[in-house]
């Protein structure tokens, strides 16, 4: 069992090479930036994906799938406020996408994805 755990670790982090050296010819790839943080989040590493997203909305402050992506991190760390204005500012920026996000009932599988 740990081999598996050990195997994913080392797949996140060579991954998260791949992505840096992308970064590092195209530092403005918002799509690396976000798939970067999502890495970052599943192994736990919250301000780096604090840091990656907030990288995205400097390029594109518009991506409202960031915001949420942005506010599921500050949930996992704590930062109620900053996740409520994330997500308002998702709301604010596209209602509709949020609503079909949230619209059909909500189910265990839907809340694990969410954080």
Known sequence: MSGICEKGIEYKIDTIE????A??????FTKVLINL????K????YENAIQSYQ???KLKPRHEKTWLYLG???LH????????????????????FIRE????PIKDSDLKMML
């Open 37 to 40: 943080g999502k890495v970052y």
């Open 101 to 104: 996000k949230f619209s059909r």
């Open 23 to 28: 970064l590092e010819i195209y530092p403005d």
């Open 55 to 57: 990288k995205v909305l």
């Open 42 to 45: 599943k192994m736990g590493k």
């Open 18 to 21: 791949s992505f840096q050296k």
């Open 77 to 96: 760390v704590f930062k109620l406020d900053e996740a409520h204005d994330c997500i308002n500012h998702a709301l604010d920026i596209n209602l509709e």
């Open 72 to 74: 599921k991190v500050y």
